[in-house]
């Protein structure tokens, strides 16, 4: 990077770092360290929760994934704005009116203290790992710029994190999301004008899309009904509405950004807030991945996206090897980028028998290419075993860094770095929330004064944080982060919206029945995903009707035991 780029990279996260230690200034006690002590307008609470849910992940792996299997991802949040509905009418008022710290409390009133213990852990596991996948991803960007060891900067970028939340708390973490989001919007407007701007002269935003979609990358409705497919609007709506009801209802990481509400009707509004923008925001980045796609149609892209992999190869024994097959790669793309400029004509020209020729020749091409693609990601295994071959993340960083000027690199880095520090600070201020609310101060130290919870609290956000930055030093070996998140979400989330779902709706049923329900299907869930038997979006559906039967099952059966000993 240049040094205009450093510089803006630098002074954007200063910002961030010591607005939100200013915001945060003179908390007492845990009340304003857990909860802002609940003062926050809509716009606010809305802007939070999309912060927490919009990690760098979604930043690297989103435009990658467009890139290599199109749009069919934004289906993934189809549930979303009916989840935001459910919420607000059930969950919300009802977490207010009990004015807890942590969504497990209520747990423990409607169930019993065991049942409140098991849904904390299971959070508390999910959302650890998940966090350290979150401090992987902008690591893996300094990492890959400068050229320096992944652990050196996975530690540095943890941190940075771990230090802010730990001061400042929610409010700190709440005050950095508003302007983080107000940087973000404004970076990917930029990035998406930008993108169309390098693109050919004659090449329009309409034309670029035409060029996608004859390539099949602006897939974004599928309405076939097919279990082992990810993304389909009915695993959108249904699996995805799930995993939301799930992740926005039980998740602390988000219960805690809308219990700062000042009121039911700011947090509602926050979160229909979420609701209505989340969907428009995301297709929005993985068009970006599809403009991308459509830029190097017209251009040489590289034979695989990681360089420092590249790198390695170049400088081994197999280096002779790799250049024949570079020389191969430029000729194809060579070729294929005439076969385009015969597609653009016969567009323009509506010729429909050209159209569907030079589809076919664009096929065969990137058959071809990806023959290639495939040797080159051999030879890399062969020059190192544990090499990481999976390039999604690196797609959109490598267009990035080789497009666009000066000063523009460093704000879209700045934005990735923004957005793992809104996700990651809301995560671990969550998991010292469940610790210190759920642990602590119901099995260790039931009468602890307000110094003592603030402390404890600080004290295990810290932990937390190092915990995480552990989990983030292994991710590497994840393939895709966005969908590793997901999958690892969708082992949870159902049997913990379950549980929820129980506790509101099914009155007559008791802890004893709910918490062995929620051990069955949890061991349930994990052998579905282990013999890989269905689309992860559909085991947060399984998971959430299996505590529900499981458990009425074991309350009837109780009853008919306990009536029939009489």
């Known amino acids: 990077m240049s040094t205009i780029d450093w510089v803006v990279l630098i002074l954007t996260l200063l910002l961030i770092v010591l607005y939100g230690v200013y915001k945060s200034r003179g908390i007492k006690n845990i009340d304003g360290y857990l909860l ?23 930043f690297l792996s989103a435009p990658g994934l467009a890139y290599s299997s199109g749009m069919s991802f934004v289906q993934f949040y189809f549930g979303l704005p009916l989840a935001m509905i459910v919420l607000c009418i059930t969950f919300v008022p009802i977490f207010h009116k009990l004015r807890v710290f942590t969504a497990y409390e209520f747990l423990e009133q409607r169930f019993d203290i065991r049942t409140r213990g098991l849904t904390a852990f299971l959070f508390l596991i999910q959302r650890g790992v998940s966090t350290g996948i979150s401090i992987f991803a902008p690591a893996l960007i300094i990492a890959s710029i400068l050229h320096i060891n992944l652990t050196t900067t996975t530690l540095l970028i943890g941190s940075v994190v771990v230090i802010y939340t730990t001061y400042g708390g929610t409010k700190a973490v709440s005050h950095t999301q508003m302007l983080q989001m107000s940087i973000i919007f404004g970076a990917l407007l930029v990035a998406g004008i930008l993108v169309v701007q ?19 990358k602006t897939n974004a409705i599928d309405f076939t009904f097919d279990l082992n497919n990810q993304y389909t609007v009915w695993t959108g709506i249904i699996g995805g509405f799930f995993l939301q009801l799930s992740y926005f209802g039980t998740d602390q990481s988000q219960v805690g950004r809308y219990l700062t509400g000042s009121s039911i009707k700011e947090s509602r509004l926050g979160l229909l807030m979420n609701g209505l923008l989340k969907i428009p925001m995301q297709f929005c980045i993985l068009l970006i991945g599809v403009l991308v796609f459509v830029y190097y149609q017209y251009h040489s892209p590289p034979i695989f996206f990681n360089q420092t992999e590249l790198d390695k190869l170049k400088q081994s024994e197999y280096s002779s090897s790799y250049d024949a097959l570079e020389q191969k790669h430029l000729l194809l793309t060579n070729e294929k980028k005439v076969t385009i400029n015969r597609l653009t004509a016969a567009i323009d020209a509506g010729n429909q028998s050209t159209i569907d020729a030079t589809k076919i020749a664009i096929k065969h091409s990137d058959d071809k290419l990806n023959d290639i693609r495939s040797e080159v990601i051999a030879l890399i295994k062969k020059n190192n075993p544990e090499a990481e071959t999976n390039d999604n993340n690196y797609i959109f960083l490598s267009f990035v860094k080789s497009t666009f000027p000066k000063g523009l690199i460093g704000l879209l880095i700045a934005v990735i770095f923004l957005a793992s520090m809104g996700s990651t600070a809301s995560a671990l201020n969550s998991l010292a929330s469940t610790s210190t609310v759920d642990i602590y101060k119901r099995f260790i130290n039931k009468n602890s004064t307000e110094q003592q919870d603030l402390f404890w609290s600080r004290i295990l956000t810290l932990f937390w944080g190092i915990f995480s930055i552990a989990i983030a030093l292994f991710a590497s070996k994840l393939g895709n982060l966005l969908e590793a998140v997901n999958i690892l979400g969708s082992l949870f989330y159902g049997t913990i919206l379950g549980i929820f779902i129980v506790a509101f709706y099914m009155k007559k049923i008791g802890g004893k029945a709910v918490f062995y329900a929620a051990i069955l299907t949890e061991v349930f869930i994990f052998v579905i995903w282990k013999m890989d038997l269905i689309a992860f979006l559909w085991l947060n559906v399984i998971g959430c009707v299996f505590v529900m039967l499981l ?4 309350e009837m059966l109780g009853r008919k035991k306990s009536h029939s000993s009489e």
């Open 36 to 58: 802002g002590n609940q003062s926050l307008p809509w716009y606010h609470v809305g802007l939070s929760v999309m912060a927490t849910q919009a990690s760098a992940i979604t």
């Open 198 to 216: 390098l693109l050919p002269a004659d090449i329009g935003l309409y034309k670029a899309l035409h060029i996608a979609g004859k390539s099949g």
């Open 551 to 554: 458990a009425f099952l074991i």
